[in-house]
């Protein structure tokens, strides 16, 4: 068969790709995991991710990527977090009584614990709504931080009004 027959060949078999070539032996995607390829841990990666994605279609690489670039981002802000209640604890002896400080590293090391253990389920959940077509999820991680964060602002507006100047 020359490449143009080749081209416009359409009697290709169910689960075979043109040319006669079906998925188990290009052993890649989504096409390994179906004909049961495992890795040599007994289950494939992609098998592990499509069970916690729970069905549905691939959605567009781009959408999953910029699920990819938020997920960072809330775990960034949840290092930040963590790294600012350690700095409070470890930098802020001479300003702020014992008490203070500890609240307000402690209230900062939950905030960051908080959004780094939630970003990963508002990254889970949005990818399934994604793959099943479905409205996203509100994101409850914003509101979190935002209270918290207005808490520890006023911890902290309290202390700067209350120290004697």
Same mark, same amino acid.
């Given at each position: 068969m020359?490449?143009?027959?080749?081209a416009?060949?359409t009697?290709?078999?169910?689960?075979?790709?043109?040319?006669?070539?079906?998925?188990?032996?290009?052993?890649?995607?989504?096409?390994?995991?179906?004909v049961?390829?495992?890795?040599?841990? +007994?289950?494939?990666?992609?098998? /592990?991710l499509?069970?916690?994605?729970?069905?549905g279609?691939?959605p567009?690489p781009?959408?999953?990527?910029?699920?990819?670039?938020?997920f960072?981002?809330?775990i960034?802000?949840?290092l930040?977090?963590?790294? +600012?209640g350690?700095?409070?604890e470890?930098?802020?002896?001479?300003? =702020?009584?014992?008490?203070?400080?500890?609240?307000?590293?402690?209230?900062?090391?939950?905030?960051?614990?908080?959004? +780094?253990? +939630?970003?990963f =389920?508002?990254?889970?959940?949005?990818?399934?709504?994604?793959?099943?077509q479905?409205?996203?999820p509100?994101?409850?991680?914003?509101? /979190?931080?935002?209270?918290?964060?207005?808490?520890?602002?006023?911890?902290? /507006?309290? =202390?700067? /009004?209350?120290?004697a100047?």
């Open positions: 020359t490449a143009h027959e080749e416009h060949d009697s290709h078999k169910v689960g075979e790709a043109p040319g006669g070539v079906t998925p188990a032996a290009t052993g890649t995607g989504a096409e390994a995991e179906a049961g390829e495992v890795s040599g841990t +007994g289950r494939s990666r992609r098998g /592990i499509a069970r916690a994605l729970a069905g279609t691939d567009d781009r959408f999953t990527l910029a699920n990819e670039r938020t960072l981002a809330w960034r802000t949840s930040a977090m963590v790294a +600012g350690i700095a409070v470890a930098f802020t002896a001479e300003l =702020f009584d014992p008490e203070l400080r500890k609240t307000v590293s402690v209230l900062l090391l939950l905030l960051g614990l908080v959004t +780094g253990g +939630g970003s =389920f508002r990254w889970l959940n949005v990818e399934r709504a994604m793959r099943r479905a409205p996203l509100a994101p409850l991680l914003a509101p /979190i931080l935002a209270v918290g964060g207005a808490l520890v602002a006023a911890v902290l /507006i309290v =202390f700067v /009004i209350g120290r100047a």
